[in-house]
């Protein structure tokens, strides 16, 4: 079946280091992919997506690109902030079909 | 401009209790959505609805049901509460049917059944 698999967490990161967040899916056809984020107490959010094989999404620096050959669409960011820290979940979604199908979620912590 | 907004925020029932939990969507969005956030793990699909009717459902038991008013609004009812029913239940909503996928999510109703 359709699925999505990200690197499990907690991640913990220091100001200004490198992220990536690894995912991976397992789909027929061409979904689309998102990453959304939740911060401590508000709802989960869009951070970014891509429709199509070797789009890339970006938002508030971080960045994906869609690798249709590898079925990913890990996480990157050049330098994080400790504002970043967060749950973050990739994502799939068939045009045909009505659900976004998540993965479990990984917590990033960020430092001072 | 008020995001998606739902009721109760927190709320504890015992098992075999009913609970209904609501949900008004971003003013103009059509479409309402419901998951269900197990401790730990990522939203589950349960239900989509637009214009009224149902779009889609996800793989829930017969216990939970929705419905979507004149107005957009939502609620979500759930039958016969089980313990592993504990969970935060988002409502998220969208402009139009066809799901693109860039959903709105409210903050959620946390569910602890006992």
């Known amino acids: 079946g359709n699925s999505v698999t990200q690197m499990e967490g907690p991640v913990t990161l220091s100001e200004e280091a490198f992220l990536t967040i690894n995912c991976t899916y397992t789909?027929?056809?061409?979904?689309?992919l998102f990453w959304y984020v939740q911060y401590p107490g508000e709802g989960l959010q869009l951070l970014l997506k891509?429709?199509?094989?070797?789009d890339k999404g970006s938002n508030k620096g971080f960045e994906a690109t869609y690798r249709k050959e590898t079925t990913s669409f890990h996480l990157e960011k050049g330098s994080v902030q400790v504002s970043d820290s967060a749950v973050y979940f990739c994502?799939?979604?068939?045009?045909?079909?009505?659900?976004?199908?998540f993965g479990s979620g990984t917590r990033l912590s960020i430092r001072p | 401009d008020a995001g998606v907004t739902q009721s109760p925020t927190h709320l504890i029932k015992t098992r075999g209790q009913h609970v209904t939990l609501r949900c008004s969507p971003i003013?103009?969005?059509?479409?309402v959505s419901w998951y269900q956030q197990v401790l730990g793990q990522g939203p589950q699909f349960i239900f989509q609805?637009?214009?009224?009717?149902?779009?889609g459902r996800g793989n829930f038991p017969d216990r939970f049901s929705a419905r979507q008013f004149p107005n957009y609004s939502s609620e979500l009812n759930v039958n016969a509460l089980l313990l592993g029913d504990s969970a935060l239940y988002l409502c998220a909503s969208s402009f139009s049917s066809g799901n693109t996928g860039e959903l709105f999510f409210g903050e959620g109703s946390r569910l602890t059944v006992l």
């Open positions: 891509a429709t199509k094989a070797d």
């Open positions: 789909a027929t056809g061409y979904p689309s």
């Open positions: 994502a799939l979604l068939y045009s045909s079909a009505s659900k976004i199908i």
């Open positions: 609805y637009y214009e009224k009717e149902e779009r």
């Open positions: 003013s103009g969005h059509k479409s």
